[in-house]
């Protein structure tokens, strides 16, 4: 049985949304008068290692700065002497310029923001994600066991960091997915894991951003994306579409990403699996890459 509270919030969230299909007005504001508020936005790659192994993952992350608090995903493929397999955790942000934050060759600035992992893989565990101000700049993940104290995981590579102003009081809806591939196209075969995060805010304004890794045709790859649009389909459907980021792989070629809620309507806001598709390139008989395989949905439901 679903709460009322839960149910209001997912309905709250199902309006909200319902603006990526609608291309009339506001859902709604909030009485108060909206300021602005800038909000940070970390996506890059990372390969790296640690006491659960070696690999790379795929990582975005957003933190509201006048507020203190934030979220993230992370997709990946981490291996140990057992084998390789899938990591993909959801973690929440609540510090900014943590103490053990890797210190990371800035030209124009780091950003580093600290928090907890909420769902998934490593749950409980402590999350520091930390960035240099602009586009393809270095960037990082640690993931600390905090009792006794082990690094899980530590991963450096390469992504982009953005501020964006949202307003003040503007109820935000993000739609945070974890997903991994496998698939073939022009590019060859093998596997692509993804990380996205959707936010789209009652005034209207939509942020969709993204980050993959994985190996084609035995060659590493890894990239950050930024969405233009984003849908929602029948069948509790959401597709996105954007372009790659120009230093990494597959650059400037579209993307275009579809998840599919296994249980719709949705009954909880937590981890939720879905189905993925995946793929780059605009040519839907011949793709650059073009992958199916399983995902976790998150949905956080807040006001700025």
Known sequence: MVSDKTAVKILSVTLVLGMFASPFGLVGTASATLTRSNQ????????????????????????????????????????????????????????????????????????????????????????????CVGSGVPAAILIRQPTPDELLFSGSGTGS??????????????????????????????????????????????????????????AQLGNTWAGNKAVIQPG??????????????????????SYTLTNCPPTTLAEQPASLVWQVGSDKIFPIYFGTGTAAIEIAHEGF
């Open 40 to 131: 940070s936005v970390l996506a890059f790659q990372a390969s790296g290692s640690g006491l659960a192994g070696s690999g790379s993952v795929a990582v975005v992350s957003f933190f509201s700065l006048s507020r203190s608090t934030g979220g993230g995903v992370l997709s990946g493929d981490i291996g140990n002497i057992i084998g390789h397999e899938w990591a993909e955790l959801f973690f929440s942000l609540t510090v900014t310029g943590p103490a053990n934050a890797p210190i990371l060759p800035c030209p124009s600035g780091e950003v580093s923001y600290g928090g907890e992992v909420t769902s998934g893989s490593f749950l409980g565990d402590q999350v520091i994600v930390a960035s």
């Open 236 to 257: 509790c459907t959401l597709a996105t579409s954007g372009v790659a980021d120009s230093f990494g792989s597959f650059s400037h070629q579209p993307i275009a990403s």
């Open 161 to 218: 960091s953005t501020l964006v102003q949202v307003q003040q009081g503007v109820h935000a809806s993000e739609v945070l997915a974890a997903g991994s591939t496998s698939g073939s196209g022009t590019a060859g075969s093998g596997g692509i894991q993804t990380a996205e995060i959707d936010e789209v805010l009652s005034d209207g304004s939509l942020l969709v951003e993204g980050a993959f890794t994985g190996t084609v045709s035995l």
